[in-house]
């Protein structure tokens, strides 16, 4: 079992930054990522990472994110991070970290062995 702790997340205005971490206690084959859940919706996919050694990290964002959230990892410190900026109200959610991932279909939240407890972020208007 591999546990993830996220941190990071807090309240912003609109047009803020948050930088969220996840440090994971051991690898997990490479593939971690960050899931967002507001009240009364689905999970959804935010970003993933997929560490392919000498070729560098394949990324994947939802198009909601693209150009405001970068995903980053640190492999010698099993951590993931979301940097977030021009942060929405709509990006209003708890954040979640997953790790481990059983198939390339990343969106899926069933693709992910492994999830932190989440961290909440808040951006007001």
């Known amino acids: 079992q591999v546990q993830l702790v996220e941190s990071g997340g807090g309240s912003v205005q609109t047009g803020g930054s948050l930088r969220l971490t996840c440090t994971a206690s051991r690898y997990s084959n490479g593939c971690m990522s960050w899931f967002r859940q507001a009240p009364g919706k689905e999970r959804e996919v935010v970003a993933a990472?997929?560490?392919?050694?000498?070729?560098?990290?394949?990324?994947y964002y939802a198009d909601s994110v693209k150009g405001r959230f970068t995903v980053s990892q640190d492999n010698a410190k099993n951590t993931l991070y979301l940097q977030m900026v021009t942060l929405k109200p709509e990006d209003t959610a708890m954040y979640y970290c997953?790790?481990?991932?059983?198939?390339?279909?990343?969106?899926?939240?069933?693709?992910?062995?492994?999830w932190g407890q989440g961290t909440q972020v808040t951006v007001s208007s």
């Open positions: 997953a790790a481990g991932c059983g198939g390339m279909a990343w969106s899926r939240p069933d693709t992910w062995f492994h």
């Open positions: 990472l997929y560490n392919q050694g000498a070729r560098g990290p394949a990324t």
